[in-house]
């Protein structure tokens, strides 16, 4: 059974930063790309980041170009989302995902491509 953990949420101020993780056990961390997504109360969950099976390739959404950094460690079945210059509209519960694609390539930014999802974990910036 395949469960995705993420953790290192919390309440931040405004130009703060956090690093969350998400933890991935029961399938073949390197076959899969792995994702970010955030979902704000009363809004759609929307793609952060994306990275691929072996980290050479990362992508973005526009609004944290420049503020966040996704990498993974296949060694610890592991992926990362550092957040810097953490803005009030960032506020969010953040989610990882896994998407089998083994060879694939592109921004896999369809929340409808992933599938596997975390529980989630909750980011506030305070302004």
């Known amino acids: 059974q395949v469960h995705l953990v993420e953790s290192g949420g919390g309440l931040v101020q405004t130009g703060g930063s956090l690093r969350l993780s998400c933890v991935a056990s029961?399938?073949?961390?390197?076959?899969?790309?792995l994702g970010w997504f955030r979902q704000a109360p009363g809004k759609e969950r929307e793609w952060v980041a994306a990275i691929n099976w072996s980290g050479g390739r990362k992508y973005y959404a526009d609004f944290v170009k420049g503020r966040f950094t996704i990498s993974r460690d296949n060694a610890k079945n592991t992926v990362y989302l550092e957040m810097n210059s953490l803005k009030p509209e960032d506020t969010a519960v953040y989610y990882c995902?896994?998407?089998?694609?083994?060879?694939?390539?592109?921004?896999?930014?369809?929340?409808?491509?992933?599938?596997?999802w975390g529980q989630g974990t909750q980011v506030t910036v305070s302004s």
């Open positions: 995902a896994a998407d089998w694609s083994p060879g694939e390539s592109g921004a896999h930014d369809s929340r409808y491509e992933y599938d596997y």
């Open positions: 029961g399938l073949t961390f390197d076959d899969y790309y």
